[in-house]
């Protein structure tokens, strides 16, 4: 067991993540690859901190349980958006949503 | 007995099953996570997401981030894929729309073409630097204490700042999602 193999797994984590954001035009699995692309990021966090020389120093722990936090409040606005845009267009498909004021 | 080896299942679980306690979960993960992006249907879209949420968590407690990985069970299998499936409930489409079809830009190609390239350069980042062949150091834990000191201790701002970040965006979710008035 080598930080390679966790770094490796975050790293396909994150194109599955990055792949689907960029190539479904549902607004809500382009926020599912979001989603994905920020568990990545923890699991690199946890890894550097597990592989660190110093691990009583607990900043790859801080910064994971601040960016969890910071997930669910995007998470929670992003699908509040998503639900307001189906109100007015009647459509969650991201080309849909093409005017600033309609 | 048993308490014994729970124990030692939680101080260290290396020992007791070895490495195979962070790959299994991580297979897991990826499988669930690739099938969650690919598949149709938004719902099953949206409970492989879960399924993957779970093998992350757990793959943080066999990394010995046992309160991370807590906090990301409860916040995330609780609270954003319960939302997820609640926003697809509540925007089902009215009418037959393409499901599933591309973005007019870019497409699926594009988008696995672009996926691809940036695995193929994070991959060869990772295996070319020395330091990634770091040898696993001896099992380290994060007390909950030492977390609860440290953060209301050296980070007691940015715990504020999370607080009032997470308080602005909820109030503002409520408030972009609320019906129009009259």
């Known amino acids: 067991m080598t930080l390679q193999i966790v770094l490796a797994i975050s790293a396909v984590l994150f194109a599955l993540g990055l ?18 692309m920020l568990g990545a ?11 660190s020389d110093n691990p009583s ?3 790859g722990i801080m910064f ?5 936090a910071v997930a669910a409040a995007e998470a929670a606005v992003g699908l509040a958006i998503i639900i307001l845009v189906h109100r007015r267009i009647k ?7 093409s005017n600033l004021k309609g | 007995m048993t308490c014994e080896l729970f124990k030692t299942f939680i101080a260290d679980p290396m020992k007791l099953v070895g490495e195979w306690f962070v790959i299994l979960p991580a297979v897991v993960l990826l499988l669930s996570a690739a099938a969650a992006v690919v598949v149709r249907n938004l719902i099953h879209a949206a409970l492989l997401l879960t399924l993957s949420f779970i093998a992350l968590g757990i793959t943080f407690i066999a990394l010995g981030a ?14 954003v894929a319960m939302i997820i499936v609640f926003a697809i409930l509540l925007t089902r489409p009215d009418r037959l729309t393409k499901s599933g079809s591309a973005l007019s830009g870019i497409g699926p190609a594009g988008g696995a073409a672009v996926g691809f390239a940036l695995l193929a350069a994070l991959l060869a980042f990772i295996f070319s630097s020395p330091m990634a062949r770091k040898p ?6 994060a007390p909950v204490a030492a977390i609860g000191e440290a953060l209301m201790g050296d ?28």
Not at chain 1, 41 to 51: D, M, P
Not at chain 2, 136 to 141: D, K, N, W
Not at chain 2, 156 to 170: F, S
């Open chain 1, 19 to 36: 792949a689907a954001a960029l190539s479904r035009s549902n607004a809500i699995m382009i926020l599912i690859g979001i989603e994905l």
């Open chain 1, 41 to 51: 990021a923890n699991l690199n966090f946890i890894a550097f901190w597990r592989f």
């Open chain 1, 57 to 59: 120093d607990l900043a």
């Open chain 1, 64 to 68: 994971a349980i601040f960016s969890i």
């Open chain 1, 91 to 97: 459509s969650v498909e991201a080309d849909d949503a």
């Open chain 2, 66 to 79: 046992e309160f991370v990985g807590f906090v990301q069970l409860l916040v995330y299998v609780g609270a």
């Open chain 2, 136 to 141: 696993l150091p001896a099992p380290v834990s």
């Open chain 2, 155 to 182: 980070y007691v701002v940015a715990l504020i700042a999370i607080g009032v970040l997470l308080t602005a965006a909820l109030v503002g979710a409520a408030v972009i999602a609320m019906e129009d008035k009259p």
